[in-house]
């Protein structure tokens, strides 16, 4: 039981020594530091990449749906031009 309560005790100094000592200091100014070391970076969160990713997907898709409308009617446009008569053949 003393030997628990001791080092319960012990415990919470070490907590309480980390958390108002030198060791908590250095965390906070390292994050203050990182945190404006990023903000020069110009980096975009993980939602705004996933969603940008997203509309580059379903720009892709229609691209090539509409590649392929343009492919058909082309090839459409190529039998329509060849299958006709020539106007000069009447005379």
Not at 13 to 39: C, H, Q, W, Y
Not at 43 to 67: C, I, S, W, Y
Not at 70 to 78: G, H, K, P, S, T
Request: proline share 2%.
């Amino acid at each position: 039981m003393l030997a628990q309560r001791l080092f319960d005790e012990v415990n919470g100094k070490i907590a309480e020594v980390m958390a108002t000592g030198p060791a908590r200091d250095i965390e906070k100014n390292l994050r203050a530091i990182l945190s404006a070391s990023f903000a020069k970076l110009d980096l975009v969160t993980r939602e705004e990449f996933e969603v940008q990713q997203a509309v580059l997907a379903k720009t892709r898709e229609t691209l090539t749906a509409l590649e392929t409308r343009v492919a058909a009617l082309e090839a459409r446009n190529a039998t329509t031009i060849t299958t006709e008569q020539n106007p000069q053949d009447d005379f």
